[in-house]
């Protein structure tokens, strides 16, 4: 359930955040995110921004699993 | 006068009026301009291919294409999938009161422009005006005629285990075209409808591969995962496709992402799925890749003798599970 | 034909990385496991992609209750339809429930026979819909758990503020945490661990399952929807199987907080109470439904419309109620393939495209 996608914001005017995602645009509300930044990527669903995508979380996540898988172990 | 009204459906002056500036104009061919109540034309083949269809598609302008634009090539395709040459076309119009006379000369000039390009003629054709309200703008009806330059048929009965499958190229512009332009669903996005008139692509298929090409079809409505259902049987053999091998534009995948759809059934107005064997797969694909409608071809399956019936995905990491048919329709979800 | 990467949506789909997480799966797993996956999401990710293929024999994965469509109550789906009867009202749904049946009819079928049935993509489209079209009454059908909820609880505050007073919500929302103590606590439950629904968790944060962990024993990890989170939370949880230690955890750190989204809680909080609701298979769950808040009743379909619909009963062979428990699977099923499939289905779990059954319908088991 809750099907949602990532998309960057590129264009904020008032409550709503014009996002970008391949190429695709679509206008979703901010009503329910903090300080929105143009750049930001956000989690969308039906129509509505649900939360801030921790790129730095997720680049760790990345990383991590790739050192891992490697054989080396990243602590 | 601009808009269409019921006189114009009447078979009066003003029906003529309509028929000698709109569609005579643009249509303009020597079987047309007759004006009888048939078109008589010469065959060249014992058997005809002979097809039909209708167009409903809102919004009547979508990006890359128009409700004429398509009638003429939903139907010139059916009839190029069969290996016949495309010769002539009808189209009968049925236009509620009210339509802008420019929009529906745009339109004509469209299918003028396609048919032109196709090489065929539109012969018959047909207007009838419906009060307000009691159609939806505009419906097309096209119905079409093709010959055959020799005996050989294409056919589902003509698939071995072992053929290959071929896609002519990109998946799910078309549908994600015209829902981009959808009331309250609007998005932005590059799209443009794929909807191209395929046969003299389809012709040069033909010509490269001999018997060896067993079987075309389009995959329209319900898209590529219906159609190739529509193909397998228990008795004969299955389908499996690769799933890293299907091609869909980045636009379209990201479309699909934000709106839960599959790609796999969305669909296509100027694709082929093409069937042969694996002696002439290398030829094929480079013949449509010379073509402009052809340029992304690519093999992404192979037809098997086990799990005959069915229509299996071979997933990137490598397992397989069942690729079924479309059920409903597919509309945007948040599940 | 153009290739992009989609940021954050493909590196998680990697190949490479899949494949070396679940040949660690299978080289750390030596018992047997039984991990449920709650959300409809997750299922239908996991057959789309054969995730259930990838992590060895061990591992068994069963579906749970999460999928929003499938344990809304035949009761309430007709409730919805007799709605789109009333004159002068429109109808606003998500496309998830457009085919699924009631007692006699679907929204499909409606909509055939000339009613005013709209799919909208959000709850706002229909809100914009209602300011367009001041003679009609617009009424937005509510279905959805904590995900969704916040987004119709901000088209609420958004009328509200705009003093719209042709918009209303038939809310039919459901939140997770009873519904899962519920199926987890019944004797028949077999669950080791499990996959919690990454985007209600966004939403919730994961104090919510710490009771399922320390009362019940059983391991929680939040996970995303792509193959890569999938088989990492498989990973992490078969990991802590193995050393027998419950335990909370995250595998989608880039959207999940422990904290949530306060601020989408607040708005979720401000427009709805918790109420009890009937989830089909399971029978009514306290305090498992949120209902509209006085404050906010003028756009409260329930108060707004009268309507009432005779109970319906199920099918007697339908056993959706043990497959939504993960007590059994759908070819445990007489009906399943027969005379249940997704054209005629009999129960929640074929009714929508991410129930279980129909997940294996679809794409085979």
């Not at chain 3, 088209?155 to 042709?166: G, R, S, T, V, W």
């Amino acid at each position: 359930m809750c099907w949602s996608i990532p998309g960057k914001i590129i264009e904020i005017n008032d409550n709503i955040a014009k996002i970008e995602l391949a190429g695709v645009t679509k206008e979703v509300g901010l009503d329910l995110i903090d300080d929105p930044k143009v750049g930001e990527y956000l989690l969308i669903h039906a129509g509505y921004a649900i939360q801030k995508v921790d790129e730095e979380s997720a680049k760790f996540t990345i990383d991590f699993l790739n050192g891992k898988i490697n054989g080396k172990e990243n602590d | 006068m601009d808009k269409i009204t019921i006189a114009h459906g009447s078979g009066g002056k003003m029906t003529h009026e309509l028929i000698k500036n709109v569609f005579l104009k643009h249509f303009d061919n020597e079987v047309l301009n007759n004006t009888e109540d048939s078109a008589v034309v010469d065959v060249s083949s014992k058997q005809i291919a002979f097809t039909t269809d209708s167009f409903v598609v809102k919004p009547i302008f979508f990006p890359g294409g128009d409700i004429g634009k398509i009638s003429v090539c939903g139907t010139v395709n059916d009839i190029a999938v069969s290996g016949a040459i495309v010769k002539y076309i009808s189209c009968g119009f049925i236009i509620e009161a009210g339509f802008d006379i420019s929009e529906l000369e745009k339109l004509v000039i469209s299918m003028a422009k396609t048919a032109k390009e196709a090489g065929v003629k539109i012969v018959a054709g047909d207007t009838k005006v419906v009060d307000n309200k009691e159609a939806d703008g505009i419906f097309i009806n096209t119905s079409g005629i093709g010959v055959f330059d020799n005996e050989y048929r294409l056919g589902v009965k003509n698939i071995k285990p072992g053929d290959k499958i071929i896609i002519s190229g990109t998946l799910g512009d078309h549908g994600i075209a015209v829902l981009s332009k959808r009331k309250h669903l609007e998005f932005g996005t590059q799209i443009q409808s794929d909807c191209a008139p395929l046969n003299n692509m389809l012709l040069d298929v033909a010509k490269v591969s001999g018997e060896y090409l067993r079987f075309m079809r389009d995959p329209t409505r319900g898209g590529l995962a219906t159609t190739l259902n529509e193909i397998v049987s228990p008795d004969t053999f299955g389908i499996t496709i690769d799933e890293q091998y299907i091609p869909v534009n980045e636009a379209v995948k990201g479309a699909c992402e934000l709106l839960g759809l599959d790609p796999l059934y969305i669909a296509n107005e100027g694709k082929v799925i093409i069937i042969v064997d694996p002696s002439v797969e290398k030829k094929v694909l480079e013949q449509l890749k010379k073509h402009q409608y052809g340029k992304d071809a690519v093999t992404i399956g192979i037809v098997t003798q086990e799990d005959a019936g069915k229509v299996l995905l071979k997933t990137r990491y490598g397992v397989t599970r069942i690729l079924d048919m479309l059920t409903a329709e597919q509309l945007p979800r948040i599940c | 034909m153009v290739k992009r990467m989609i940021k954050y949506v493909d590196e998680y789909r990697d190949v490479d990385t899949c494949l070396s997480i679940a040949e660690k799966i299978r080289e750390i797993s030596t018992k047997p496991l039984n991990i449920m996956e709650v959300c409809g999401g997750h299922t239908m990710s996991i057959r789309k992609n054969g995730i259930q293929k990838l992590v060895g024999d061990n591992i068994n994965l069963l579906s749970g209750p999460g999928c929003p469509v499938c344990v809304t109550a035949i009761k309430d789906i007709d409730k919805a339809i007799a709605l789109s009867q009333i004159e002068d009202v429109i109808i606003c749904s998500f496309g998830d429930m457009i085919y699924v049946p009631g007692s006699k009819t679907t929204f499909a079928q409606a909509k055939a026979e000339g009613k005013d049935i709209r799919t909208v993509y959000s709850a706002s489209d229909a809100l914009k819909l209602a300011k367009e079209e001041p003679l009609k009454k617009v009424v937005f059908i509510g279905i959805g758990f904590e995900t969704t909820a916040p987004t119709i609880a901000a088209a609420i505050l958004q009328a509200y503020k705009e003093n719209i007073d042709n918009f209303s919500v038939l809310s039919l929302h459901k939140t997770m945490p009873q519904a899962l103590g519920a199926v987890l606590s019944d004797e028949s439950c077999i669950i080791d661990a499990l996959i919690c629904p990454g985007h209600v968790t966004t939403i919730t944060g994961t104090d919510m399952y710490e009771f399922i962990v320390k009362d019940l024993g059983i391991s929680c990890c939040v996970s995303g929807f792509e193959p890569v989170d999938l088989l990492r939370a498989i990973y992490m949880i078969t990991e802590m199987f193995e050393k027998n230690q419950p335990a909370l955890l995250n595998a989608y750190e880039r959207v999940v907080k422990p904290e949530g989204n306060i601020k989408a809680k607040g708005i979720l909080n401000d427009v709805f109470k918790p109420v009890d609701a009937d989830w089909r298979g399971c029978g009514i769950v306290p305090d498992s439904g949120l209902g509209i808040k006085d404050k906010y009743e003028k756009f409260d379909a329930d108060k707004i419309f009268d309507i009432n619909v005779p109970d319906s009963k199920e099918n007697s062979a339908c056993i959706c109620g043990d497959i939504l428990r993960g007590a059994k699977k759908p070819n445990d099923c007489t009906l399943f393939k027969t005379a249940c499939t997704p054209m005629n289905p009999q129960g929640a779990c074929m009714v929508s495209s991410e129930g279980t059954c129909a997940a294996w319908y679809k794409y085979g088991e």
